[in-house]
């Protein structure tokens, strides 16, 4: 996997949304429709969707890199690393029915293929060893992303996540290696919260989130 290429494409994108604020400006214009169980600051509230994609983005490779990692340590890279190749296809790719191109806005559409399969990757490790592969919580960043890509096209993208991961999950014999079993026990142990603290719900650091008492 060549994450340089996705730190790449990542950097062209910002510098892009830099030089025109056409995410920016969009935001402006959709602040009034979105959903109200997004919860937005009062100050400048467009700019701090903007910041929120820019974060959601540029936490993918650092994910995908971190689930590599994790996956090696289970022993189980065998059945990880062809999702993550996935992601880092879905990064690099046109988006399926998607009517934008460039800037962060398709990174946006991207990423959250990504994030949405990565996702799924933690899922299936939850189901077979009680516990996630990293202890990351996308769950509310995805909802917000969903949100902002519009229902009808994250919904089309929701389909191409589960269709692939449908298709990438017969593989179950690498969960039942007694390596694999020893590494799910010592992560029940004490000093993993430490080691994966960075890996906490990305609404914690930013002023956006969801409050579903407004619904």
């Known amino acids: 996997m060549d994450l340089n290429l996705i730190e790449d494409k990542v950097e062209s994108a910002t510098r892009h949304e830099s030089e025109t604020g056409s995410m920016l400006e969009k ?29 959601y983005i540029n936490h993918v490779p650092s994910f995908i890199a971190a689930v590599s990692f994790a996956a090696r340590d289970a ?15 879905y990064f690099l790719e046109p988006v399926p029915e998607s009517t934008v191109e460039g800037g962060l806005e398709e990174l946006m559409q991207q990423a959250y293929l990504a994030h949405r399969l990565i996702e799924e990757v ?27 890509i519009g229902e009808t096209l994250a919904l089309s993208l929701d389909e191409v996540v589960e269709e692939t991961a449908s ?4 593989r179950d014999n690498v969960y039942g290696s007694e390596r694999f079993k020893a590494y799910v026990e010592t992560r ?7 080691v994966w603290k960075q890996w ?7 002023a956006i989130d969801l409050d579903f008492s407004k619904s």
Do not use: C
Not at 75 to 86: K, N, R, T
């Open 27 to 55: 935001l402006e214009s959709e602040i009034s429709i979105l959903p109200s169980v997004i919860s937005l600051p009062d100050q400048d509230p467009a700019v701090a969707l903007r910041d929120f994609v820019v974060e």
């Open 75 to 89: 022993g189980i890279e065998e059945y990880v690393s062809p999702f993550l190749e996935v992601a880092v296809s």
């Open 122 to 148: 933690n899922d299936q490790y939850i189901v077979r060893a009680g516990i996630p592969l990293i202890p990351m919580e996308m769950t509310k960043a995805n909802i917000i992303v969903h949100q902002l």
């Open 167 to 170: 298709q990438m999950t017969t």
């Open 188 to 194: 029940k142990g004490p000093g993993w919260d430490q």
């Open 200 to 206: 906490t719900d990305m609404t914690n650091s930013l």
